[in-house]
Antibody, heavy 119, light 108 residues
Framework: QVQLVESGGGVVQPGRSLRLSCAASGFTFSSYGMHWVRQAPGKGLEWVAVISYDGSDIFYADSLKGRFTISRDNSKNTLFLQMTSLRAEDSAMYYC????????????WGQGTTVTVSS | DIQMTQSPSSLSASVGDRVTITCRAS??????LNWFQQKPGQAPKLLIYAASALQSGVPSRFSGSGSGTDFTLTIISLQPEDFATYYCQQSYSAPRFTFGPGTKVNIK
């Protein structure tokens, strides 16, 4: 079945880095754009970043100020989010989600991976 | 940037009630509006896309309407499994997305 599984979350000290992964299965990963969306504890959904099906187009939320990098490996059906200079306010559940094309909705989501930034 | 607002932020309703949630965009987004349902501990689930199209597998008691800046999600005859938080999301500025702040539907 169509599935997205995130991994790589954990507890990290402020200023450190972390790389999240999102493994896709059950569909042609290389045909879909992919997004990262995060949700701080008890808060709403915040869009983080998007990468096109072939990796040629990438966009980020302005609030990230260049600290995060989204990438993908279509040969391994995997999406990544490299996070650097982590802050307490980056603590959240991070979800990956697919989109068929730019204006289409996020129709499949992973279950998320938790990132906690704390000393 | 397009800002999204939702009202109310929370509501209490009973099983069988009709529930209406409103979403407003800071500028016209035509029909580029999606609705998601999120239950505690779960990922969001797509309910409605393009303002009024029902996602496959979603019960027909859910419906969406609106265009431009004002949109509505309606649940007719609320069921126990519908108690959740609902988010609107604009895709007009795709590939950048913006979510509304959410509306929590509580049991009365």
């Amino acid at each position: 079945q169509v599935q997205l599984v995130e991994s790589g979350g954990g507890v990290v000290q402020p200023g450190r880095s972390l790389r999240l992964s999102c493994a896709a299965s059950g569909f042609t990963f290389s045909s879909y754009g992919m997004h990262w969306v995060r949700q701080a504890p008890g808060k709403g959904l915040e869009w983080v970043a998007v990468i096109s099906y072939d990796g040629s187009d990438i966009f980020y939320a302005d609030s990230l100020k260049g600290r995060f990098t989204i990438s993908r490996d279509n040969s391994k059906n995997t999406l990544f989010l490299q996070m650097t200079s982590l802050r307490a306010e980056d603590s959240a559940m991070y979800y990956c989600a697919r989109v068929f094309s730019a204006y289409y909705p996020l129709d499949v989501w992973g279950q998320g991976t938790t990132v906690t930034v704390s000393s | 940037d397009i800002q999204m607002t939702q009202s109310p932020s929370s509501l209490s309703a009973s099983v069988g009630d009709r529930v209406t949630i409103t979403c407003r965009a800071s500028q016209s987004i035509r029909n580029s509006l999606n609705w998601f349902q999120q239950k505690p501990g779960q990922a969001p689930k797509l309910l409605i896309y393009a303002a009024s199209a029902l996602q496959s597998g979603v019960p027909s008691r859910f419906s969406g309407s609106g265009s431009g800046t004002d949109f509505t999600l309606t649940i007719i005859s609320l069921q126990p499994e519908d108690f959740a938080t609902y988010y609107c999301q604009q895709s007009y500025s795709a590939p950048r997305f913006t979510f509304g702040p959410g509306t929590k539907v509580n049991i009365k």
